[in-house]
């Protein structure tokens, strides 16, 4: 199997970027203007700079920015584009991965950009990256054969690797500056983080902001066009709305406002809305049962409450109509994977109350079935407008729900430590690919009690093992989406969950910001492309 993309359909790809604007509007391609200063909104605050030991929203949105990966991926087609690599080829068993390097690149500090740093860098994130524990688990050495060539090897074939590659997900870092460290987590690069990309760090006022400035020696000439970006933090979320506005902010990714906000600033003349770059990892909401629980580890009362749902109202109600229903443990935007076949249990009320009736649980004289407590996700308001809706719907079948309210580690404990809850609402990342996103929700070796975000329904499906156990090696992509869509249909089938809707996070932007989002992970990219019409 050889994969190779050179410069022409590096052209290509973003040729083809360009031609997109928000929301599928086509517009004429403009020459960039080099200058200025852009503001952009990171909410909240990140605990560190570089996404070497940190996967927090924040942290990617600054990360890429200063320094690199080895890849990048295309807008809708998530296809690999170079970044530090020209040119990659991975050999027929799936063990080799050979990377020739791009020349001429130079740290930020002035230093050689070679393959010991990537060879550095790969292990590095093996040992304290929290997913690149797994995404390298089987590489076994990174040999550099000379400056420009790294060959990561290993022991079993992991065919999600060359996705895996991207600047927030698995940054390039400088050797000489982590050398004799015995603590990469807190190594000061973290908080002033020297780079190749093409804005250098300059200072960092916390509570405040964050200054990245042009760096006039980064390798793909002529860029970056923007002479500074200036990070800011803005805690209170109607001032977040003020400041663009205002203009004090240009741009804002993650949904930095309420979804009720929305509309209305749809109709501001210097705002737009971009809802793209965010397909490296969609994002879907799914309630989770505890199927330990009395009530819950019924098939039937699962399916009834499968039944008593409504997607649409949820996306409705809960996202404002921002989100779309999604049936299957994997987001529809994750194309690839997706599989729009999966059996589904349709809303249907009379269906929901003859399960239960079934199942042995009758109405009462109040009219109640039993009561179970709904413990809402402590982040954000989205959840709890979930649970509002699901107490009122699962009312209507004689379920009552009493939502139950707690601070992070209350509600971490509770359900991962302390298996002290009868379901759940929450959001889950499905990343690029399934074997590192959805894998470990389903994985009866991954209940682990204490690990956050992980099987906490319980679910043990030997089936289910085995098909993610074999997808994780299998280097045949069409042999990987079959073995995905047959876990997809037994999931939805067994309901240890049942996914609701998938949402895709928005960026808010003046008009005035040009070829911001070109790439799959959206603002967590270079920036490298953005420019700023002048008097917009």
Excluded at 77 to 90: G, N, R, S, Y
Excluded at 128 to 142: D, L, M, Q
Excluded at 222 to 239: Q, T
Excluded at 459 to 484: T, W
Aim: charged share 25%; proline share 7%; net charge negative.
């Amino acid at each position: 199997m050889d994969i190779r993309r050179r410069h022409f359909n590096q052209v290509l790809a973003f040729a083809a970027i360009g031609a997109v604007t928000p929301f599928g509007r086509i517009a004429e391609a403009a020459e960039p203007i080099a200058g200025g200063t852009l503001n952009l909104l990171v909410q909240p605050e990140p605990p560190t700079l570089l996404t070497l030991a940190h996967t927090a929203g924040p942290t990617t949105r600054v990360s890429g920015k200063v320094t690199e990966g080895l890849l990048a991926y295309g807008l809708g087609d998530f296809k690999p584009i170079p970044q530090l690599a020209t040119e990659w080829h991975v050999s027929d068993d799936g063990l080799q991965y050979t990377f020739k390097l791009r020349e001429g690149v130079k740290w930020h500090d002035g230093k050689d950009f070679t393959s010991a740093d990537v060879a550095f860098s790969i292990l590095a994130l093996k040992e304290v990256h929290p997913r690149g524990r797994a995404t390298f688990s089987s590489v076994t050495e990174v040999a550099t054969p000379d400056d420009h060539t790294a060959i990561i090897k290993l022991s079993k074939p992991a065919p999600y690797l060359l996705g895996a590659l991207q600047a927030s997900e698995s940054p390039i870092v400088p050797k000489h500056v982590y050398e004799g460290s015995t603590d990469l987590p807190g190594n000061a690069n973290g908080r002033a983080p020297i780079g190749t990309g093409p804005f250098i760090f300059r200072e960092w006022v916390v509570g405040s902001h964050v200054i990245l400035d042009r760096n006039p020696d980064y390798w793909d000439k002529g860029r970056p066009y923007l002479d500074r970006i200036v990070i800011k933090f803005i805690p209170d979320a109607s001032a977040r709305v003020a400041a663009l506005e205002t203009g004090e902010v240009d741009i804002a990714p993650d949904t930095p406002v309420s979804l009720s906000e929305i509309d209305r600033i749809k109709t501001l003349p210097t705002l737009a809305i971009e809802d793209r770059g965010n397909d490296y990892s969609p994002t879907v909401y799914r309630i989770e049962f505890n199927l330990a629980n009395e009530y819950f580890k019924h098939d039937k009362i699962r399916q009834a409450v499968a039944h008593a749902i409504d997607r649409q109202k949820i996306a409705d109600i809960a996202f404002y109509g921002y989100a779309i229903p999604a049936p299957s443990p994997i987001s529809p935007y994750l194309k690839t994977f997706y599989n729009p076949d999966v059996p589904v249990y349709a809303f249907d009320a009379a269906k929901a109350e003859k399960l239960l009736d079934e199942a042995g649980f009758p109405r009462g004289a109040d009219g109640i079935r039993f009561q179970v407590p709904h413990d809402v996700m402590p982040y954000g308001d989205t959840y709890t407008r979930i649970g509002d809706y699901l107490r009122d719907a699962l009312s209507k079948i004689g379920i009552k729900v009493d939502l139950r309210g707690q601070d992070v580690p209350t509600w971490l404990k509770r359900v991962y430590t302390d298996r002290d809850f009868a379901f759940v609402t929450g959001g889950m990342g499905n990343t690029f690919d399934p074997t590192i996103g959805v894998q470990r929700l389903y994985w009866s070796k991954n209940f682990k009690k204490g690990v956050p975000f992980s099987n906490g329904s319980g679910y043990n499906n030997p089936e289910i093992d085995r098909i993610f156990e074999q997808a994780a090696v299998e280097n045949d992509h069409a042999k990987r989406v079959e073995l995905f869509n047959r876990m997809q249909v037994i999931i939805a089938t067994d309901l240890p969950d049942i996914t609701l809707v998938s949402f895709r996070q928005l960026t808010i932007f003046n008009k005035k910001v040009q070829d911001h989002t070109v790439v799959a992970d959206g603002l967590s990219g270079s920036l490298s492309s953005a420019y700023l019409l002048k008097n917009a």
